[in-house]
Nanobody
Framework: QVQLVESGGGLVQPGGSLRLSCAASGSIGSINAMGWYRQAPGKQRDLVAR???????NYADSVKGRFTISRDNAKNTVYLQMNSLKPEDTAVYYC?????????????WGQGTQVTVSS
């Protein structure tokens, strides 16, 4: 059984900051990339940021310079530091983990955490 437990969402004013965490546990295998996606009401789920096993990162253009993704391999945890938040960042944020177990690639998703940016 694999679990991805997300935390850190909430309500914040424009210009504020939040830090999301996602801890993976269970028989997850060897973790490769870890990432964050978001989905606003009525829209598709889009990539926010992704970090490879070697630490290379990529970001959506809309969050470059404001968000930072990082990971702690010892804890199987990925973080998303979000600064200078804007109302358009409001969405449900989902953690994603790509791994390989018993030679088979696996893809896991968290349950989602709500981020609301509003005054």
């Amino acid at each position: 059984q694999v679990q991805l437990v997300e935390s850190g969402g909430g309500l914040v004013q424009p210009g504020g900051s939040l830090r999301l965490s996602c801890a993976a546990s269970g028989s997850i295998g060897s973790i490769n990339a870890m990432g964050w996606y978001r989905q606003a009401p009525g829209k598709q789920r889009d990539l926010v940021a992704r970090i490879s096993s070697s630490g290379s990162t990529n970001y959506a253009d809309s969050v470059k310079g404001r968000f930072t993704i990082s990971r702690d391999n010892a804890k199987n945890t990925v973080y998303l530091q979000m600064n200078s938040l804007k109302p358009e960042d409001t969405a449900v944020y989902y953690c994603n983990v790509a791994s390989r177990r018993l030679g088979v690639p696996r893809d896991y998703w968290g349950q989602g955490t709500q981020v609301t940016v509003s005054s």
